[in-house]
């Protein structure tokens, strides 16, 4: 009786850990984002596994259900199409309700995006702050106000078709000479990490068309320097 938090590759197969194929393995059920997805890094693996579909769309009304199998008995790992579930992804419900009624949940450490995104930045990583994918529309600007004065790196994710006005409007809340740097296609054959102030990054990519996965990595407010406090002899 427990649910695995099984993170998977973003892109290069390779990286799939030992543990997680281990574990795969031995579950009774696999919850998977998508199920085609998924059953193709399964069948590469050469893992059988009955799969059920656990996704944003479904998420509320599948939680219940799968908690209450959980707890008859039946062990479960919970896969998203790449990286670490709950992370931008489906899951937090389902651990929440599972910590709620005593089922064990144990996550294994794995793949996720932002953080090679933010080690090979060249940007502070001793204290960042995680922000996800930022609001569409509504609370959009809100958020970015409350961002201004954030001396912290800070990591976004973006889709390929926003990257060029989201990088705008970083450049209009955070200035044009904010340094940034983009991932995109992280451990993938295509992998590209471009660097520079917002300025510079609007330009490159403003010029070619933008596909694959997406990673924002953006410097903080400069801390200021303090005024030298000046003492009598």
Known sequence: MKLYIVPTPIGNLED???RAVHVLKSVDVVLAEDTRTSGTLLKHLGISKPMHSYHIHNEHQTVMRVTERILKGETMALISDAGTPAVSDPGFLLVRECIKQGVTVECLPGPTAFVPALVNSGLPSDRFTFEGFLPHKKGRQTRLQNLVQEERT??????????VKALQ??????????????SRELTKIYEENVRGTLEEVIAYFSEKTVKGEIVIVLAG???EKKKSEKYED
């Open 221 to 223: 407010k400069a801390e």
């Open 169 to 182: 409007q970083f450049a209009e809340y955070f200035g044009k000479e904010r340094q940034v740097s983009v």
């Open 154 to 163: 800070m990591v976004f994710y973006e889709s390929p078709h926003r990257l």
């Open 16 to 18: 799939i850990t030992l």
